[in-house]
């Protein structure tokens, strides 16, 4: 079995700020973990993923994740946040080799102001 | 390359009556999933298929919802009848191009409201 917690369900920063997000995961076996962005009426694009390779892993947009198997969590981060980043993200597991069945946490809507 | 196509983007029903979404995956992507997003959660997948076969439809509620994708391609998935709990974002998804990417593409949704 699987599953992704998003400890915080809203994250306000202001523009210029670091943003993070963070995200616990469980799997009985080796994770593929994801993180994905959805804008207001847009559909769900893939931020970055994580497939056993570097533990930290860039994205799009100037955003990273570090994976720490130890504290079993893929924390999402970025330097800077710009008001276009405004958006709700999701974290995500799947068991790697297995149908790539996708288990989505909660989500996190991150405000950027002004 | 064109993304994954849905249509409609919205509707909105009354309960009991029926309604069917279409999703046109990503060319030559072998995996096609729908997922259903109620607002404020993420989404949860209710079915997979692989070719025109289904993988899993464990969390498909069989009794009001079925899917089904004729030559590989094209996916409808249908809801009769509709109750209120079924309003929320239907997503539809597809991955396996060169390479086998398990990298999944998603569509922009069909918003359904069920009054």
């Known amino acids: 079995a699987q599953s992704v917690t998003q400890l915080d369900s809203h994250v306000s920063v202001s523009e210029g700020t670091p943003v993070l997000l963070r995200c616990n995961y469980s799997?009985?076996?080796?994770?593929?973990l994801f993180w994905y962005v959805q804008h207001p009426n847009k559909g769900l694009q893939l931020l970055l993923k994580?497939?056993?390779?570097?533990?930290l892993v860039k994205g799009i947009n100037g955003f990273e994740a570090e994976f720490k198997k130890s504290e079993t969590s893929f924390h999402l981060t970025k330097p800077s946040a710009h008001m276009s980043d405004a958006a709700e993200y999701f974290c995500?597991?799947?068991?790697?080799?297995?149908?790539?069945?996708?288990?989505f946490g909660g989500g996190t809507r991150l405000m950027v102001k002004p | 390359e064109a993304g994954v196509a849905q249509s409609p983007r919205y509707k909105i029903i009354e309960k009991r009556q029926s309604v069917a979404f279409w999703c046109n995956p990503i060319?030559?992507?072998?995996?096609l999933y729908w997922y259903q997003q109620i607002l404020g959660q993420g989404p949860k997948l209710l079915i997979q298929?692989?070719?025109?076969?289904?993988?899993?439809d464990s969390q498909l509620p069989k009794d009001r919802f079925s899917a089904e994708r004729l030559k590989g391609v094209d996916s409808t998935l249908k809801i009769q009848p509709a109750k209120l709990e079924d309003s929320a974002v239907y997503l539809c998804?597809?991955?396996?191009?060169?390479?086998?990417?398990?990298?999944?593409?998603f569509g922009p949704g069909t918003r359904l409201t069920v009054t």
């Open positions: 998804a597809s991955s396996g191009g060169a390479g086998g990417s398990y990298e999944q593409y």
């Open positions: 799997s009985s076996y080796s994770p593929s």
């Open positions: 995500v597991v799947a068991r790697r080799n297995a149908g790539n069945m996708l288990t």
């Open positions: 060319s030559g992507h072998a995996t």
């Open positions: 298929f692989q070719n025109n076969g289904v993988v899993d």
């Open positions: 994580y497939t056993s390779a570097a533990t």
